[in-house]
């Protein structure tokens, strides 16, 4: 059938990921850093995501195209929702998506110690995997860390070597319920990751967490430098 459909100039693309966040069919996903119309039968050609293009990349067509399915999308949304668990923007206060500009200029004393207090490197919020979207503004040419939650308690400068200019996946296999491989594979697969770092405590329950990154590293088919770092009970950074 002839109908509107929203067309994606990948050439304008910036990679913002507004486009998607704003699609409410979720229509929209990032593959390689540009937007893409994951499915015809998704977009209901209505265009809510053009005015959330600041490079003005999207516009409506009319075209050959498949009819919108409405039952394939709230089919998807559950899915979503359940493999995933997102939780809308706005249906929490403490989940809200936030991106965070840090100024890492600094001076220091003859010992390297900054002479200013000690400042969050933290770039973005939530940090859960479990309450982190699959896409978001933030993942764009990101480092990625990836950190058992006890690691920045047991390292102390956690902070200034770790979190410092990446955007942070926080978890515990053991104490959070299900697998973490199927969203870290969806988010390194749909966002342009630069680089991925897991930090793992000396501890067997972290093996989980290892396991999972390096499952969705495979399964995203990606080939991005990455690098385990396990942190001994003392604190002791131990390969």
């Given at each position: 059938m002839i109908?509107?459909i929203v067309?994606?100039?990948e050439?304008?693309c910036?990679?913002?990921?507004?486009?998607?966040?704003?699609?409410?069919?979720?229509?929209?996903?990032?593959?390689?850093g540009k937007a893409h119309?994951?499915?015809d039968?998704?977009?209901?050609?209505?265009?809510?995501?053009?005015?959330?293009c600041?490079?003005?990349a999207?516009?409506?067509?009319?075209?050959?195209?498949l009819e919108?399915?409405?039952?394939?999308?709230?089919?998807r949304?559950?899915?979503?929702?359940?493999k995933?668990e997102?939780?809308p923007?706005?249906?929490?206060?403490?989940?809200a998506?936030?991106?965070?500009?840090?100024n890492?200029?600094?001076s220091s004393?003859?010992?390297?110690?900054?002479?200013s207090?000690?400042?969050?490197q933290?770039?973005?919020?939530p940090?859960?995997i479990?309450?982190l979207?699959?896409?978001?503004?933030?993942y764009?040419?990101a480092?990625?860390?990836?950190?058992a939650?006890?690691?920045?308690?047991a390292y102390?400068?956690?902070?200034?070597d770790?979190i410092?200019?990446?955007?942070?996946l926080i978890?515990?296999?053991k104490?959070?319920?299900?697998?973490?491989?199927?969203?870290?594979?969806?988010?390194?697969?749909?966002?342009?990751?630069?680089?991925?770092?897991?930090?793992?405590?000396d501890?067997p329950?972290?093996?989980?967490?290892?396991r999972a990154a390096?499952?969705?590293?495979k399964?995203?088919?990606?080939?991005?430098p990455w690098?385990?770092?396990?942190i001994?009970r003392d604190g002791?950074i131990?390969?």
């Open positions: 109908r509107k067309k994606i100039d050439e304008k910036t990679g913002c990921a507004l486009c998607a966040s704003a699609c409410h069919e979720n229509a929209i996903v990032m593959k390689n119309l994951l499915r039968d998704f977009c209901d050609g209505f265009g809510d995501c053009l005015p959330a600041p490079a003005g999207i516009t409506i067509e009319e075209r050959e195209s919108y399915n409405p039952a394939a999308v709230e089919q949304k559950q899915l979503l929702e359940n995933f997102i939780h923007l706005g249906s929490c206060p403490g989940s998506v936030h991106t965070f500009v840090r890492n200029s600094k004393d003859s010992e390297g110690l900054e002479k207090a000690v400042k969050s933290l770039m973005q919020w940090v859960q479990k309450l979207p699959i896409q978001a503004p933030f764009e040419n480092n990625l860390l990836i950190a939650d006890c690691t920045a308690y102390a400068a956690f902070h200034r770790f410092k200019n990446h955007i942070t978890g515990c296999p104490l959070d319920d299900g697998d973490y491989t199927d969203k870290l594979t969806e988010i390194i697969r749909l966002n342009n990751i630069k680089s991925l770092t897991l930090v793992r405590m501890v329950c972290c093996g989980g967490l290892e390096t499952e969705a590293l399964a995203s088919g990606k080939f991005i690098q385990v770092i396990v001994g002791e131990l390969g």
